[in-house]
């Protein structure tokens, strides 16, 4: 019998992504349907999803890693605490298995040493990143996505079997669920690696969804974006994940938010800040500036007199709002005073005279550096 991992065409060690994409790639190839009366390809099919069905399983791929194809006759293991695996063997079982077989589900069991079905899986988490503005994220948005996930076959409606055909109780297991083998003074219980715990298989599996009770299908969800999001904001939509294999609940869908920088604002959670040029008149004369605010409204920053360059200005309650609360952040506005490069020659005049006028007080700054460099140096 062929080697499930080469039959998959992918290593021992691939993880969950790659097995799924290499069967899906391979089943395409040989599904009957594109090779009408060829055995060959037929074959070829089965023994892929073959292959597949025990890979995707991780309980069933850590027996076959261990016990390659034998992990799956029925000699391995549905006896009682004397059967074991394969004499004197050791088993695939931890201290995890050995507190569950004793204390049963005190530990998380099923049962204590009557054993018992296997849990269903619910279907795994997915994610899904979304980028928007800052304006969107001040405003919050209804939005809708598309996306490609598994959800409960319509044909089989998630039972994995064909329609009119049910599961049957399973050989090894006898519909426990659980399997035993004896290790050392123990007896250790694990999931069955036939019926993957269920206590039952299927005969007759669904031919769309080929026994998984789910299939791949795009769908458009829609999606509420509440004010006040930020890079990394997760939002949570229950049950729009993967779909659980044969009838088990559905995992959920989070969406992961990224805002896109912004060409006028800087943000840090709720507060904006800004870099606003100011004329070097303005700066001495002192003056006002608009800055426009994310809710459509203007902002008027009034300049106080003789400000300084990296001067930082606060307006309390024109930021961010506060996600799932209330009010606003703060913007803050930090002032640089541009010195002109272009001078006509009648502002140069007014200047020149500004200068033979000045007396030091003007600038007192500029003053006491000064007057440093001449106390240091005796200038």
Known sequence: MADYYQTLGVSRDSD????????RKAAMKWHPDRNPGDAQAEAKF????????????????????????????????????????????????????????????????????????QRQRRGADLRYDMEITLE????????????????????????????????????MC????????????????????TCGGR?????????????????????????????GVDTGTRIRLSGKGEAGGRGAPPGDLYIFIHVKRHALFEREGTTLATRVPVTFTTAALGGSVDIPDLDGSTNTIDIPVGIQSGKQLRVRGAG????????RGDLVVE?????????????KEILEEFRETETGDECPESRTFFSKIKDAFGA
């Open 16 to 23: 969950a992504g790659t097995l799924k994409s290499a069967y």
């Open 46 to 117: 089965k023994a892929l999803g073959e292959a597949y069905e025990v890979l995707k399983d991780p309980q069933k791929r850590a027996a076959y890693d261990r016990f390659g194809h034998d992990a799956f006759t029925q000699g391995m293991g549905g006896g009682g605490a004397g059967g074991g695996f394969g004499g004197g063997q050791e088993g695939f079982g931890d201290i995890g298995d050995i507190f569950e077989t004793i204390f049963g589900s005190a530990f998380g069991g099923g049962g204590g040493m009557g054993g018992g079905r």
């Open 335 to 347: 002032i640089k005073v541009e010195t002109p490069t272009k001078l006509t020659r009648k502002q």
């Open 174 to 193: 006898h519909g426990q669920g659980s399997v035993r083998a004896k290790q050392g003074l123990f007896v250790v219980e694990r999931p069955c690696p």
């Open 199 to 227: 206590g039952s298989v299927i005969e007759d599996p669904c031919g769309d969804c080929r026994g998984e009770g789910r299939s791949d299908q795009a769908q458009t969800l829609e999606v509420e974006i509440p004010p």
């Open 136 to 171: 969107e994220a001040f405003d919050g948005k209804t939005t809708e996505i598309e996306i490609e996930v598994s959800t409960e076959c319509e044909t089989c409606d998630g039972s994995g079997a064909t329609p009119g055909t049910s599961e049957r109780t399973c050989n």
């Open 320 to 327: 961010m709002p506060v996600l799932q609360g209330r009010g």
